[in-house]
C-alpha cells in the first residue's frame, strides 16, 4: 500500500541580527549591530503556535536553523534553554532538530564539546568564501585565519559540517579554487548567488549579471566532473539530478508553493516570510508570535506569494525543455533580485541545465543513462547503477 507522504517544515530563525563580521554584501548589514535578540517568551510563543498546527497534522518532523547575525555570539546556555522549551512543547510529538548557520568566528572548547555532544544542535553550516575580501570584521580586517583555525577544530574533532560561499562580485574570479579547497577537503559545499540586498549601493557593488552566473556555475560543474572526489556541491547537485531525469525521461515532478513550500524565515520579532521574499511587506505571511502556522499557511500575503509564483512559472517553465525534470522551484520560490533577472535575461538553471545534459551527451554518459534507464523499465527490479 503507498503511504501518503507526511508534511515537513524547516524555520529559518533570525534569532539575533547582531554580529562581529561585516560581510559587505550581507543582506542585514543595516542591523549588524542591533544587539536585539528573540527573547525565551517569543520563542515559547513560535513553538506554541508551530506546534498548534503540525502535531495535528502529523508532520513528520520540524527542523529550526538558528540564523543571524552571528548566533554563536549568543551563550549556549540560551540554546540549552530553548531545546528544553522544545521539549516541553512538541515532547515526543513531532520529531524536532535544530541546526545552525554560523561565520565559524567563535568556536571555544565548549562549543567544540557542546557541538560534538550534539545535544542541541544537530548539523552545522558554516559561512565562508575561503577567497574574495568581503567576509571582514567591525574595522575592515579579514577574519580568514581565526576561521580556518577553527575549521581546523572542527575536523581534529571530527564534528561534521557544510559550508557556504557566497557567489559574488569579488567571489567571481575565484570559483574553481573555492571548490578545490572544500573538494580537497572532502567537505560538501554551497555556491550561494548574491541573491538578496540591503540597498541599491550593495547590488552596484556585489551583484553578478545572468552570464557571470551561468558561467560560474558551469565552471563549478567542471570543476566537481573533474574532480577524483567529486565532492557534492550546489546547486551542481540539483542541475545534474535534473539534467539525467531529462536524458533518462524521469516521470515529471513540479513544485508547487502551495503545498510544497517547507523553508519559512522567522524574522526577531516573529514574522514569516517565504524564503525568497523575507523582508518585503507585501509577501509577509503573518507573525508567529500571534499567529497559528495553519493561519500563516493560508494568509493573505502566502496567496498573493503562491498565486505570483504559480504565474511566474506558468510564464517562465512552462516553456522550458526541463521543465519536470527541474521542478522550477528556482523559478517559483526567487527574490525580487532574482525575478528581475528572469525578466531582463531569462532562467539561468536552464542555461545550466542545458550545458551540463550537451556534456553528459557529448562525453557519452546521455546514452549509458538512456539505456540503463530503459533496462530499468522493462525490468523495475534493476538498480541504475551509478556511471
Ligand atoms: S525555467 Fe528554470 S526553474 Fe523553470 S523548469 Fe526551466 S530550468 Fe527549471
Not at 517559483?332 to 531582463?344: G, I, N, T, V
Request: aromatic share 12%.
Amino acid at each position: 500500500m503507498l503511504m501518503a507522504k507526511r508534511p515537513v517544515a524547516q524555520f529559518v530563525m533570525k534569532i539575533s541580527k547582531y554580529c562581529n563580521l561585516r560581510c559587505t554584501y550581507c543582506y542585514e548589514f543595516n542591523e549588524l549591530g542591533n544587539k536585539q535578540r528573540m527573547s525565551p517568551e517569543l520563542i515559547s510563543r513560535i513553538f506554541e503556535n508551530i506546534a498548534s498546527h503540525v502535531v495535528p497534522n502529523e508532520y513528520e518532523w520540524v527542523s529550526f536553523v538558528w540564523h543571524g547575525g552571528e548566533p554563536f555570539l549568543i551563550p549556549l546556555e540560551y540554546y540549552e534553554s530553548i531545546g528544553r522549551l522544545q521539549q516541553e512543547i512538541f515532547g515526543e510529538k513531532v520529531a524536532v532538530w535544530n541546526v545552525v548557520q554560523t561565520n565559524l568566528t567563535v568556536m571555544t572548547p565548549r562549543h567544540l564539546e557542546f557541538l560534538k555532544s550534539q545535544k542541541f544542535f544537530r548539523a552545522i553550516g558554516i559561512s565562508f568564501d575561503v577567497l574574495g575580501d568581503q567576509r571582514v570584521d567591525t574595522q575592515g580586517r579579514r577574519k580568514d585565519d581565526v576561521v580556518l583555525e577553527n575549521m581546523q577544530k572542527l575536523i581534529d574533532h571530527e564534528i561534521p559540517f557544510g559550508a557556504i560561499a557566497v557567489l559574488a562580485r569579488n567571489t567571481l574570479p575565484h570559483v574553481k579554487p573555492i571548490y578545490q579547497f572544500y573538494d580537497q577537503l572532502q567537505i560538501g559545499s554551497r555556491f550561494l548567488p548574491f541573491y538578496m540586498d540591503a540597498s541599491n549601493d550593495q547590488i552596484a557593488r556585489h551583484a553578478v549579471t545572468y552570464d557571470e552566473q551561468v558561467d560560474a556555475l558551469k565552471t563549478i560543474f567542471g570543476e566537481w566532473l573533474a574532480s577524483d572526489n567529486a565532492t557534492p556541491v550546489d546547486p551542481i547537485g540539483d542541475y545534474v539530478d535534473y539534467a539525467i531525469a531529462h536524458i533518462s525521461k524521469r516521470p515529471a515532478k513540479h513544485y508547487r508553493r502551495e503545498a510544497d513550500e517547507f523553508v519559512f524565515m522567522v524574522g526577531l520579532d516573529g514574522s514569516v516570510w517565504g524564503q525568497g521574499e523575507a523582508y518585503e511587506p507585501e509577501y509577509q505571511y503573518g507573525n508567529l508570535a500571534q499567529d497559528g502556522f495553519g493561519q500563516i499557511l493560508s494568509s493573505q500575503g502566502r496567496r498573493r506569494s503562491v498565486e505570483e509564483a504559480q504565474s511566474r512559472t506558468e510564464r517562465l517553465c512552462r516553456q522550458c525543455p526541463y521543465y519536470g525534470a527541474c521542478p522550477g522551484f528556482f523559478v517559483a520560490d526567487s527574490s525580487p533580485q532574482q525575478k528581475r533577472m528572469f525578466e531582463e535575461s531569462g532562467c539561468p538553471v536552464r542555461d545550466v541545465v542545458g550545458h551540463i545534459v550537451r556534456t553528459l551527451e557529448t562525453t557519452g554518459v546521455a546514452e549509458r543513462i538512456t539505456s540503463r534507464a530503459a533496462i530499468l523499465e522493462k525490468n523495475p527490479s534493476t538498480q541504475l547503477v551509478p556511471f
